[in-house]
């Protein structure tokens, strides 16, 4: 998910690619002592790009509204659906526009402010929120995210990676092979091993696309077969998947044995996922407008929505607001669904955006020093 308030506009292509904070939250204002680094002057955002980022958030916390309710097959249908491809929306994006990331002081300083410091604050407040209204033993790890902050956890480690992958010769080949292996392991439950692992094709999937790739998706044809094939997909998923295949799938936090299959087939079903998330992505990018739209300027706060929604999904949970009979019926579902994407857009508006920005892009000018270069022997 990328953060608020940068410009999307792709700068012409270059080996290094896509500036790696143009998806980045507000530039974090260097120390007056500290080194000034050479930044490019500030571009127009893309619409394109804030468009996805809505659309897909939209269907994050639709998705998340009803997943309570998928005892109504038709509910359990459209969020195994959408759960295959709207993280991976979010994660391609995010890559693209993380290509010129580097250890330079500022962009360093970015990375702990745009997600270090917003990870560690909801951490902390889902985990306190559990504990007061889930009455649930009270536990903070740091390390082991705790319901939506993982994406938090895993960007930042895919961020620190980009410039290895950025000196692989066949990069997506390489994080494919990476995504396969770490389900047959039994990897630790810290640091969501096996979501950071499996799902990196997509982040390097970004890392490489260049922006040609996405004006041929702004195609009429493109957009035709967008279409036809996200409507293959969802029928598919109706009348075959979601009667073979378990949602757990989708969730990419289990290795092969925790899901009861051996290698060869674990790594069968996870290459075809990986295989139908990127088709989907490209069929899902086929439906974004490319002007701007008036939910263009929501796009740029996404990750408010994000980190935002699950207070309320929570809550609904813990009060057992899902037990009331009527939302367990086609009806229901559908009004579930509405509900958490006008909530979705009212959390992308901009008077939550200024009384949350402290959270989610807070000045932290005064916890940074100049950048602290070894003396040369």
């Known amino acids: 998910m990328t953060s608020p308030s940068t410009p999307h506009t792709a700068p012409p292509a270059s080996p290094a690619g896509i500036p790696a904070d143009a998806s980045a939250a507000p530039t974090v204002p260097a120390p007056r002592d500290a080194v000034v680094e050479q930044r490019p002057a500030r571009r127009r955002r893309d619409p394109f790009f804030d468009n996805a980022k809505f659309m897909a958030i939209v269907l994050v916390v639709a998705g998340h509204s009803i997943v309570k309710l998928r005892d109504v097959r038709a509910a359990h249908a459209l969020y195994m659906f959408v759960y295959t491809f709207h993280m991976p929306v979010f994660i391609v994006i995010t890559g693209y526009f993380s290509r010129n990331f580097t250890f330079s002081g500022r962009?360093?300083?970015?990375?702990?402010?745009?997600?270090?410091?917003?990870?560690?604050?909801?951490?902390?407040?889902?985990?306190?929120?559990?504990?007061?209204?889930?009455?649930?033993?009270?536990?903070?790890?740091?390390?082991?995210?705790?319901?939506?902050?993982?994406?938090?956890?895993?960007?930042?480690?895919?961020?620190?990676?980009?410039?290895?992958?950025?000196?692989?010769?066949?990069?997506?080949?390489?994080?494919?092979?990476?995504?396969?292996?770490?389900?047959?392991?039994?990897?630790?439950?810290?640091?969501?091993?096996?979501?950071?692992?499996?799902?990196?094709?997509?982040?390097?999937?970004?890392?490489?696309?260049?922006?040609?790739?996405?004006?041929?998706?702004?195609?009429?044809?493109?957009?035709?077969?967008?279409?036809?094939?996200?409507?293959?997909?969802?029928?598919?998923?109706?009348?075959?998947?979601?009667?073979?295949m378990t949602t757990e799938w989708m969730y990419w936090r289990k290795g092969n044995a925790d899901m009861h299959v051996n290698n060869l087939v674990g790594s069968g079903m996870r290459l075809g996922l990986l295989v139908a998330a990127g088709i989907l992505v490209i069929a899902f990018l086929t439906m974004v407008p490319a002007r701007q739209t008036w939910f263009t300027n929501l796009g740029a706060a996404t990750l408010y929505a994000y980190l935002l929604h699950g207070f309320a999904t929570k809550l609904m949970e813990y009060m057992g607001w899902y037990d009331m009979p009527f939302l367990h019926t086609l009806p229901g579902v559908a009004v579930t669904a509405a509900t958490g994407a006008v909530f979705a857009t009212i959390l992308c508006t901009p008077p939550v955006r200024w009384l949350m920005h402290w959270a989610l892009e807070p000045d932290m000018s005064w916890a940074f020093v100049p950048l602290r270069r070894p003396k040369s022997v």
């Open 107 to 244: 962009k360093a300083q970015k990375l702990i402010v745009n997600l270090g410091v917003p990870y560690i604050v909801f951490e902390t407040a889902y985990s306190t929120y559990h504990w007061a209204v889930g009455h649930s033993k009270f536990e903070i790890s740091i390390l082991d995210p705790y319901y939506l902050t993982w994406f938090l956890m895993a960007l930042f480690l895919w961020r620190l990676s980009t410039p290895v992958w950025q000196q692989i010769r066949w990069p997506v080949a390489a994080a494919v092979v990476i995504s396969l292996l770490s389900a047959m392991t039994a990897l630790p439950g810290e640091l969501e091993m096996h979501r950071t692992l499996g799902l990196v094709p997509f982040y390097v999937l970004g890392l490489v696309l260049k922006p040609e790739h996405f004006e041929t998706l702004k195609r009429p044809m493109a957009r035709v077969l967008g279409g036809i094939t996200l409507a293959l997909a969802l029928a598919f998923t109706y009348f075959v998947a979601d009667r073979h």
